[in-house]
C-alpha cells in the first residue's frame, strides 16, 4: 500500500506540472506543443539521472524510484499528448510539424535519458 501512495504522490505533483507547463509554454497562435515537448524531455533527462543514480551503488531505495521515477516521472511525462498533438498535425496536414515534432521527441527524448545517466556516473 505504502508504494501505490507513493506513485500516487509522485504522480500528482508530475501532472501539475506538467500541467502549469504545458499552461505556459504551448502556443495557441500556432499550435505547436513546446510545453509537452518540453515535459517530455526534461522527464527524459530527469529520469534518466534518478535511474542512473538509483544503479549507481543503489543510490536511491526502491521507493525513492517509485515515487520518483515511476510517479513523478510517469505523471510529468505524457505519452498520450504527444500522440494526440501527433494526430491534430495530421488531420490538419501540417505534415511537415509532424515529422520535426515527432523526430525530435524521439530523437532528442533518448539523448536526455542517456545524457542524464552519463551525468551521475
Known amino acids: 500500500m505504502k508504494q501505490l501512495l507513493l506513485v500516487f504522490i509522485g504522480g500528482g505533483?508530475?501532472?501539475?506540472?506538467?500541467?502549469?507547463?504545458?499552461?505556459?509554454?504551448?502556443?495557441?497562435?500556432?499550435?505547436?506543443?513546446?510545453?509537452?515537448?518540453?515535459?517530455?524531455?526534461?522527464?527524459?533527462?530527469?529520469?534518466?539521472?534518478?535511474?542512473?543514480?538509483?544503479?549507481?551503488?543503489?543510490?536511491?531505495?526502491?521507493?525513492?524510484?517509485?515515487l520518483l521515477a515511476t510517479g513523478f516521472c510517469g505523471g510529468f511525462t505524457?505519452?498520450?499528448t504527444f500522440a494526440y498533438e501527433n494526430h491534430v498535425f495530421l488531420k490538419t496536414g501540417d505534415f511537415f510539424s509532424?515529422?520535426?515534432?515527432?523526430?525530435a521527441s524521439f530523437i532528442i527524448g533518448f539523448l536526455a535519458v542517456f545524457a542524464g545517466m552519463y551525468l551521475v556516473k
Open 98 to 103: 509532424f515529422a520535426i515534432y515527432t523526430i
Open 13 to 66: 505533483f508530475g501532472s501539475v506540472l506538467r500541467y502549469l507547463i504545458g499552461k505556459f509554454l504551448n502556443s495557441t497562435e500556432n499550435g505547436i506543443p513546446y510545453g509537452t515537448f518540453a515535459a517530455n524531455i526534461l522527464g527524459s533527462l530527469i529520469i534518466g539521472i534518478i535511474l542512473g543514480l538509483a544503479a549507481k551503488n543503489d543510490s536511491l531505495s526502491q521507493n525513492q524510484t517509485l
Open 78 to 80: 505524457t505519452f498520450s
